[in-house]
């Protein structure tokens, strides 16, 4: 599996939103693209990521970047998910996990002192021609939107 670095192409996907809709990451070509992958839907540092991007969506559509985000729950649990914290953005469902595999964002981790396998929390910055700019492999939930939002204002030169 190749690493996902900084100025390799980002792998196409076609993934399904909450409400069904397909999502292709090429559809997003000429615009950044906020690709984040998250471990589970209405969990304490996953809604805080979330409801972090939905606040900081002015800022990133300003910038011309459009979020995505990525587990491994189905199209209802997204659903449910979104409604509940009035997401205003994708959240692309990938049970097989083929997505979270491509961007190596699935491994070990720890899990209240347990070592378990599940999705990492990291978030891929793309460039309109479909590369990766920017890479955070540990987030940490809180502040994430507005350092994702600083680092694409400083890779635009904003």
């Known amino acids: 599996m190749p690493a ?3 100025g390799t192409l980002a792998p196409d996907f076609a ?3 909450q409400e069904g809709r397909t999502h292709r990451l090429s559809d997003y070509r000429g ?3 906020v690709l984040y992958f998250y471990p589970k839907d209405d969990t304490p540092g996953c809604t805080k990521e979330a409801c ?3 606040d900081q969506m002015g800022s990133l559509k300003a ?3 459009v979020v995505l985000g990525v587990s491994a729950d189905d ?3 997204h659903k449910r998910f979104a409604e509940k914290y009035g997401l205003n953005f994708p959240l692309l469902a990938d049970p097989e996990r083929k997505v979270i595999g491509a961007y190596g964002a699935w491994g070990k981790k720890n899990l ?3 070592e378990v396998e599940g999705v990492l929390r ?3 910055l793309i460039d309109p021609e479909g590369r990766i700019a920017k890479v955070w492999r540990k987030v940490s939930p809180e502040g994430h939107a507005l350092e994702v939002a600083e680092a694409l204002k400083a890779l635009r030169g904003a």
Do not use: C, N
Request: no cysteine; aromatic share 16%; charged share 30%.
């Open 52 to 54: 972090g991007f939905r």
């Open 122 to 124: 990291q978030t891929f």
């Open 31 to 33: 615009r950044w693209v």
């Open 75 to 77: 199209v209802e649990s």
């Open 4 to 6: 996902m670095e900084v």
């Open 112 to 114: 209240y002192g347990k």
């Open 15 to 17: 993934l399904p939103d």
């Open 63 to 65: 910038l011309d970047a």
